[in-house]
């Protein structure tokens, strides 16, 4: 297994792009979260999915968009990109509760935006 | 709303020389409490779970305890592998998935 995989690791925007920023699983998993990591704030919820079809905003989901099409992808979308959203992007997931119940993270995608 | 603080926010220890991370936590109704260790540039990797007070888990020199207002990361004898930045999460009765972070605390353990 590939666990959570993220495309691009790396990418620079300039003020009013838009992008997306990509995110796989191979788990099977439902649930499947973005979030932020922003020096001295921790990590903060984006979006989240509990699956195919389903998603719920998390708590700084403003500039961002997701949908869920398949269980194995969760993309997010920058609408136009702004210096606000220079950060570390990471995706997570988890099986049903019971399983473990632990999230798995992807590697991260670190964004600058110019 | 559910907060989660962990002090010190560095540590800088001698190589076997133990020690505790701390993680105070609030939230409405406990569903689990989560350590993850990150290393720089990479993903946080999973740890432990906690579900009760009381209860405690190992792994290897890590142990984790739970109380119902806070939790501990007990590192005994440490070694430079072990430094890394600790990050402790909680998650709420009432949530599906979403977690609740804590700024982490960087531990650095000198040979």
């Known amino acids: 297994n590939a666990g959570v995989t993220q495309t691009p690791k790396f990418q620079v925007l300039k003020t009013g792009q838009s992008m997306t920023l990509q995110c796989a699983q191979d788990m099977n998993h439902e649930y499947m979260s973005w979030y932020r990591q922003d020096p001295g704030m921790g990590l903060r919820l984006i979006h989240y999915?509990?699956?195919?079809?389903i998603t719920d905003q998390g708590e700084v989901p403003n500039g961002y968009n997701v949908s869920r099409s398949t269980t194995e992808d969760f993309p997010l979308r920058l609408l136009s990109a702004a210096p606000s959203q220079t950060s570390v992007y990471f995706c997570?997931?988890?099986?049903?509760w019971g399983e473990g119940n632990e999230q798995f993270f992807g590697p991260g995608t670190r964004l600058t935006v110019l | 709303e559910d907060q989660v603080t962990q002090s010190p926010e560095a540590l800088r220890l001698q190589e076997g020389e133990s020690s505790s991370l701390n993680c105070s936590y609030t939230?409405?109704?406990?569903?689990?409490l989560f350590w993850y260790r990150q290393d720089p540039g990479k993903g946080p990797e999973f740890l432990f779970t906690l579900y009760s007070a009381g209860e405690e888990k190992e792994k290897e020199r890590l142990k984790a305890t739970l109380t119902k207002k806070e939790s501990f990361l007990h590192i005994t004898a440490p070694k430079p592998e072990d430094s890394a930045t600790y990050l402790c999460a909680v998650q709420a009765a009432a949530s599906y998935g979403k977690l609740t972070f804590g700024q982490g605390t960087i531990l650095t353990v000198h040979p």
């Open positions: 999915s509990v699956g195919a079809g």
């Open positions: 939230v409405s109704g406990l569903r689990g």
């Open positions: 997570a997931s988890r099986g049903g």
